[in-house]
């Protein structure tokens, strides 16, 4: 084998042997934010911890996949549902960055992706998502790097002109490699209607699904939750038996450093000549 291929070699097993000697990880993400009274606690009926004393608490730093609509001046949410706590989404944004968590890109609009093509073209589409990308760098002072496109929805022409241009698109697909595949926490079923909630808990939905990648041989996850109060609840008795397992939490970014490097060893090792 030539020199520079071996030397290649060594360098692609000297990294996936870091990635093998951290096996047991755990990137959290969290969808739809910023949420002002999610993230640092409600003060209505019903007053509770907010999500960030929750992860703090745990030694947990997260990625939240924000909305580009929510960060400009002024905005504190939907007026709908949400409960003004004296804190617009862009001063929580700036608060996320400053405690350490990441922001990565849900869109501006939060629409679904492919009815949106299919009315207003694909250019459209690429446009909200960089839209968003540039609420967000305004807020990081740097470019987001990955995508997760609202319910995973996106045609395969979209896709490739987002990943041409640098995106990584966070997907549920079974085209991608396991460790590569959101875990879906379904916890947007707990919100209104409580009896949608998976059974017996939604605690219990995320640990199953983890178990059933784990009899596959992965120990590497990426969970997709979202900024909800009912999120928050859960969180603290997911983070402590993740922990119990083994688990170590990540962000998305030192993640896919990690795995993705794993994936690349696979790849070489198995390719055949």
Same mark, same amino acid.
Request: hydrophobic share 35%.
């Given at each position: 084998?030539?020199?520079?291929?071996?030397?290649?070699?060594?360098?692609?097993?000297?990294?996936?042997?870091?990635?093998?000697?951290?096996?047991?990880?755990?990137?959290?993400?969290?969808?739809?934010?910023?949420?002002?009274?999610?993230?640092?606690?409600?003060?209505?009926?019903?007053?509770?911890?907010?999500?960030?004393?929750?992860?703090?608490?745990?030694?947990?730093?997260?990625?939240?996949?924000?909305?580009?609509?929510?960060?400009?001046?002024?905005?504190?949410?939907?007026?709908?549902?949400?409960?003004?706590?004296?804190?617009?989404?862009?001063?929580?944004?700036?608060?996320?960055?400053?405690?350490?968590? /990441? $922001?990565?890109?849900? +869109?501006?609009?939060?629409?679904? =992706?492919?009815?949106?093509?299919?009315? *207003? &073209?694909?250019?459209? #589409?690429?446009?909200?998502?960089?839209?968003?990308?540039?609420?967000?760098?305004?807020?990081?002072?740097?470019?987001?790097?990955?995508?997760?496109?609202?319910?995973?929805?996106?045609?395969?022409?979209?896709?490739?002109?987002?990943?041409?241009?640098?995106?990584?698109?966070?997907?549920?697909?079974?085209?991608?490699?396991?460790?590569?595949?959101?875990?879906?926490?379904?916890?947007?079923?707990?919100?209104?209607?409580?009896?949608?909630?998976?059974?017996?808990?939604?605690?219990?939905?995320?640990?199953?699904?983890?178990?059933?990648?784990?009899?596959?041989?992965?120990?590497?996850?990426?969970?997709?939750?979202? /900024? $909800?109060?009912?999120? +928050?609840?859960?969180?603290?008795? =997911?983070?402590?038996?993740?922990?119990? *397992? &083994?688990?170590?939490? #990540?962000?998305?970014?030192?993640?896919?450093?990690?795995?993705?490097?794993?994936?690349?060893?696979?790849?070489?090792?198995?390719?055949?000549?």
């Amino acid at each position: 084998m030539p020199s520079r291929r071996l030397f290649a070699l060594a360098l692609v097993l000297l990294a996936a042997s870091s990635a093998f000697s951290t096996d047991k990880l755990i990137a959290l993400t969290f969808d739809d934010g910023p949420r002002p009274y999610v993230l640092f606690g409600s003060k209505g009926e019903h007053p509770g911890p907010g999500l960030v004393s929750v992860l703090d608490n745990n030694g947990v730093k997260a990625t939240f996949f924000v909305v580009g609509w929510r960060l400009t001046p002024k905005i504190w949410g939907d007026r709908r549902y949400e409960e003004n706590v004296g804190m617009t989404c862009l001063d929580a944004a700036h608060q996320l960055v400053q405690d350490g968590f /990441e $922001l990565e890109d849900h +869109t501006y609009s939060h629409i679904e =992706l492919r009815t949106a093509e299919r009315k *207003r &073209g694909e250019q459209w #589409v690429v446009e909200d998502v960089n839209h968003g990308a540039e609420a967000i760098k305004a807020v990081t002072g740097s470019e987001p790097r990955y995508l997760r496109p609202p319910d995973w929805i996106i045609t395969d022409d979209a896709r490739r002109d987002l990943e041409h241009q640098g995106y990584q698109l966070l997907t549920i697909s079974s085209e991608n490699p396991i460790a590569l595949r959101d875990v879906n926490s379904l916890d947007y079923l707990c919100t209104r209607n409580s009896s949608q909630c998976p059974k017996p808990s939604l605690e219990g939905s995320v640990l199953r699904q983890i178990e059933q990648r784990e009899k596959l041989g992965v120990y590497t996850h990426v969970l997709a939750f979202h /900024e $909800l109060s009912s999120t +928050t609840a859960m969180m603290p008795q =997911l983070i402590s038996d993740l922990k119990a *397992r &083994g688990y170590r939490f #990540v962000t998305l970014s030192e993640y896919m450093k990690l795995v993705g490097t794993k994936q690349q060893f696979h790849n070489v090792a198995y390719k055949r000549p």
